[in-house]
């Protein structure tokens, strides 16, 4: 029997058709849209920096550095590559060098994940605030337990929302390949959470 | 079963997004220089300026009596592809770098910033020299090519210097020709140099006419020591120690050395036919 061909992946196809008009200004007049394409980036630029230095501080200065290279990029790329970018996984793929960078220049390993997972949130009660810190001092340190690749390739794709083709294009590998780095990752993830909810379940038991 | 396992961990992880703290894309904006540009409309030695300046220093300066506001904009605009707004007054730091640039007041030196990212690296090299000749003298074009180890990039200097966008701040006036002649301006020409150097109490004939009797240097017979005539250090030697001298070779000749302030140098065309 033939195999059926296969069809194309459609988020790509969707990708790779779709004009973004933020590029096409961009092209036009950089000064003009930039500022615009700060304020719509800066939670998926500062969030890639903070997934790798883990320093909100440092994650800042990243994140600065990323779009001032971003910046001088569309001044010096021709009109037409400017109107073609996708520009959430480039603009993640630069966060992510300069990160990276950010990284190469020090080495000290301090886990700020877990000063991260205290932070407040506006409107929180004590008590709903304390048990949200709760909430993420636990998914961090989750996460944290994950090998390097599945925790970057998770945490892009579920605390930044990068999609499946923006992930691949952002980490440059494959798109089946950063599928099975997501889903290897969140069963192991899974199964860490299971084992924690066992062994405070047992807990409670034996305390009762 | 997987999609239990995705919406568990979907949900538990998102809340651990955070957003961009606040002043992250203010301090974007101040770094890429769009956090706004401004001018203002100041007197200048020959004629109101237009001063122009932004995050990253004063970036432009015209004649105000030669072009009118739109224009200066519109030029703004062609070299900085940035928009740039009038305001009344300058902030204090760029009014402080205006009056100590061309009025020559004293005061706390502040530190001077320009924007000259614009510009090839070279033309940016001469300006920077070219700041650093004092108030009320001048220095040849082919001083600026040596002192930028180019000895022969003469004209090139002449070039960039010819397209300094910020005159009367970076004294481009003061680069005149190695015969002595005053040389040509981009601000109104040979005469508006001659007004300009005049107003910073420059001796324009006495120096214009030295070169017909074949004098590029002064020195001095006590120190032995050569300089350029509007070396602040040849202005001070008495008539009566005055050595008017044809060349460094002439000069070496008779035992002098070069003035380390003003570090003159022959012509380069000059020095090969010597």
Redesign the interface.
């Known amino acids: 029997m033939q195999p059926e061909p296969r069809p194309a992946c459609l988020p790509c196809v969707w990708m790779q058709m779709t004009p973004d008009p933020l590029c096409d200004r961009l092209a036009t007049d950089v000064d003009e849209a930039f500022p615009e394409l700060v304020v719509a980036n800066q939670d998926l630029v500062f969030g890639v920096a903070l997934r790798v230095v883990r320093d909100e501080h440092a994650a800042e200065d990243v994140a600065q550095e990323a779009f001032v290279r971003a910046y001088r990029a569309l001044k010096r790329y021709p009109n037409q590559q400017v109107r073609e970018l996708r520009l959430r996984p480039w603009l993640a793929r630069i966060a992510l060098n300069a990160a990276r960078n950010e990284l190469r220049g020090r080495r000290s390993h301090v886990d700020i994940d877990e000063a991260a997972a205290t932070l407040a949130e506006p409107g929180d009660s004590p008590l709903r605030l304390a048990e949200r810190s709760d909430e993420r001092r636990t998914w961090a340190r989750l996460l944290a337990g994950l090998p390097d690749r599945y925790r970057l390739a998770v945490a892009l794709r579920y605390i930044d929302d990068l999609s499946y083709p923006e992930l691949a294009e952002t980490l440059g590998r494959p798109l089946g390949t950063v599928k099975s780095d997501v889903h290897r990752g969140t069963a192991l993830l899974r199964a860490a959470y299971d084992a924690e909810q066992r062994a405070l379940g047992g807990a409670q038991e034996a305390a009762s | 079963m997987?999609t239990s396992?995705?919406r568990?961990?979907?949900t538990?992880?998102?809340?651990?997004?955070?957003?961009?703290?606040a002043g992250?894309?203010d301090?974007?904006?101040e770094?890429?220089g769009?956090a706004g540009d401004e001018y203002v409309n100041v007197d200048g030695p020959i004629s109101p300026l237009f001063v122009a300046y932004g995050q990253r220093g004063i970036s432009l300066v015209e004649r105000a009596d030669r072009s009118e506001a739109g224009d200066f904009e519109e030029a703004f605009r062609a070299t900085f592809?940035?928009s740039v707004r009038r305001v009344e007054r300058a902030p204090e730091l760029v009014q402080r770098i205006i009056d100590a640039r061309i009025w020559g007041r004293a005061g706390s030196q502040p530190k001077m910033r320009f924007e000259l990212d614009q510009l090839p690296d070279f033309e940016r090299q001469v300006l920077l020299k070219v700041l650093e000749i004092p108030r009320g003298e001048v220095r040849p074009y082919a001083w600026v090519a040596a002192e930028l180890g180019r000895p022969l990039a003469v004209r090139a200097v002449g070039n960039a210097v010819a397209r300094n966008p910020i005159p009367f701040v970076i004294p481009c006036h003061r680069v005149v020709r190695s015969d002595g002649r005053i040389g040509n301006y981009g601000a109104g020409g040979p005469t508006a140099k001659r007004a300009v150097l005049a107003s910073e109490g420059v001796d324009v004939n006495t120096l214009e006419t030295l070169p017909n009797r074949g004098v590029r240097f002064i020195g001095s017979d006590t120190t032995h020591i050569f300089c350029y005539p509007s070396c602040r250090n040849a202005r001070r030697v008495t008539d009566a120690h005055r050595v008017p001298l044809r060349s460094s070779y002439e000069a070496r000749g008779a035992g002098y050395r070069a003035c380390k302030v003003c570090r003159p140098v022959d012509p380069p065309f000059r020095a090969v036919v010597a």
């Open positions: 997987k396992d995705d568990l961990i979907a538990g992880l998102a809340k651990l997004r955070q957003s961009a703290p992250l894309a301090a974007v904006m770094r890429v769009l592809g940035r």
